[in-house]
């Protein structure tokens, strides 16, 4: 395993009272089945492979996995946003399968495969074996011109590194750190959430990660009110809100967990905190976005610790 200075992957991926009011319009509860759904699908811990596309004289050319995977269709490509993507079927600690490709570059010469890549804290890591997934992952086929080749790692300056499009930074109360944790786009059943740029209602989450009393987490994330580029959310408007969410059942209540942080100033981030009252634990999160990018909902699911 590799890792690279986190670049800009563009044409990479194929296929991120005083003070604000809190805003409830948009409050709504997501139901205990469909959080147990959601939470069965990440229990599979599902690898995928994603070799990738490319245009050859007007037509869409996709990039092609012989062996060690088994090809989505395309309602199942749909499902999780990714296009070409392949389910990998073999054991953990196997060699990655070599994809495919017809591409060729401007002299004629062709495309080379240069590894399989994925992001692991705002670094770009390559895997030649099958890892061992704690959620669902995907990997990505690098593909270079006949003279591009792999770079020496090198350690991520923070001046420098490129962010994922949709991530959180949690302030660490004990040491006054940052750590980022990238956000997954999934789908939701609210109809009325953003798209952030995709095709239909989206929202974002992250496997178990671990809360201390006092830390303090920023989100930010790309297609806020249409914008491609990442900025913090919710948009710095009059209006701008947090909404935490409660469980259907109102057996597990966000506001239990974590209080907003509101400020009168819009050039002032809003940000939510880990109650100081609390125990260290890991948790799960889930946010979605409505009023383009405005109000924020946060729906927080904490691991059984009994």
């Given at each position: 395993?590799?890792?690279?200075?986190a670049?800009?992957?563009a044409?990479?991926?194929?296929?991120?009272?005083?003070?604000a009011?809190?805003?409830t319009?948009?409050?709504?509860?997501?139901?205990?089945a469909?959080?147990?759904?959601?939470?069965e699908?990440?229990t599979?811990?599902k690898?995928?492979?994603?070799?990738?596309?490319?245009?050859?004289?007007?037509a869409?050319?996709?990039?092609?996995?012989?062996?060690?995977?088994?090809?989505l269709t395309?309602?199942?490509?749909?499902?999780?946003?990714?296009?070409?993507?392949?389910?990998c079927?073999l054991?953990?600690?196997?060699a990655?399968p070599?994809?495919?490709?017809?591409?060729?570059?401007?002299?004629g010469?062709?495309?080379?495969f240069?590894?399989w890549?994925?992001?692991?804290?705002?670094t770009v890591?390559y895997?030649?074996k099958?890892p061992?997934?704690?959620?669902?992952?995907y990997?990505?086929a690098?593909?270079r011109?006949?003279?591009?080749q792999?770079k020496?790692?090198?350690?991520p300056?923070?001046?420098t590194?490129?962010k994922?499009?949709?991530?959180?930074s949690?302030k660490?109360?004990?040491?006054?750190?940052?750590?980022?944790?990238?956000?997954?786009?999934?789908?939701t059943?609210?109809?009325?959430?953003d798209?952030?740029?995709?095709?239909?209602?989206?929202?974002?989450?992250?496997g178990?990660f671990?809360?201390?009393?006092?830390?303090?987490?920023?989100v930010?994330?790309a297609?806020?009110?249409?914008?491609?580029?990442v900025?913090?959310?919710?948009?710095?408007?009059?209006?701008?809100?947090i909404?935490?969410?409660?469980?259907?059942n109102?057996?597990?209540?966000?506001?239990?967990?974590?209080e907003?942080?509101?400020?009168?100033?819009?050039?002032?981030?809003?940000t939510?905190?880990?109650?100081?009252?609390?125990?260290t634990r890991?948790?799960?999160i889930?946010?979605k976005?409505?009023?383009?990018?405005?109000?924020?909902?946060?729906?927080?699911?904490?691991?059984?610790?009994?």
């Amino acid at each position: 395993m590799k890792k690279l200075l986190a670049l800009t992957l563009a044409g990479m991926l194929v296929l991120g009272s005083s003070g604000a009011v809190i805003s409830t319009a948009y409050a709504a509860e997501k139901t205990d089945a469909t959080q147990t759904r959601e939470s069965e699908a990440e229990t599979e811990n599902k690898l995928y492979l994603v070799p990738g596309t490319y245009v050859s004289e007007g037509a869409k050319i996709e990039n092609a996995i012989s062996s060690g995977a088994q090809k989505l269709t395309a309602e199942q490509c749909n499902e999780i946003y990714t296009e070409n993507a392949y389910l990998c079927t073999l054991t953990e600690g196997a060699a990655l399968p070599v994809p495919t490709s017809d591409r060729l570059d401007k002299n004629g010469a062709p495309y080379k495969f240069n590894g399989w890549w994925s992001i692991v804290d705002a670094t770009v890591t390559y895997f030649d074996k099958v890892p061992s997934v704690s959620e669902t992952t995907y990997l990505y086929a690098d593909w270079r011109a006949d003279l591009s080749q792999r770079k020496d790692p090198v350690i991520p300056d923070e001046s420098t590194a490129a962010k994922p499009m949709h991530y959180m930074s949690i302030k660490r109360a004990a040491t006054g750190k940052e750590e980022i944790e990238t956000l997954r786009v999934s789908g939701t059943d609210m109809s009325n959430a953003d798209n952030l740029g995709f095709d239909r209602p989206v929202q974002l989450y992250n496997g178990w990660f671990e809360l201390n009393p006092g830390d303090v987490i920023t989100v930010y994330s790309a297609g806020l009110g249409g914008a491609e580029e990442v900025g913090v959310a919710p948009l710095a408007v009059t209006g701008r809100g947090i909404t935490l969410e409660s469980s259907g059942n109102g057996a597990n209540v966000t506001a239990d967990f974590l209080e907003v942080n509101k400020s009168l100033k819009l050039e002032k981030n809003l940000t939510v905190t880990y109650k100081s009252s609390l125990q260290t634990r890991p948790f799960r999160i889930y946010i979605k976005f409505f009023n383009d990018g405005k109000t924020m909902t946060i729906y927080m699911e904490p691991m059984d610790l009994t």
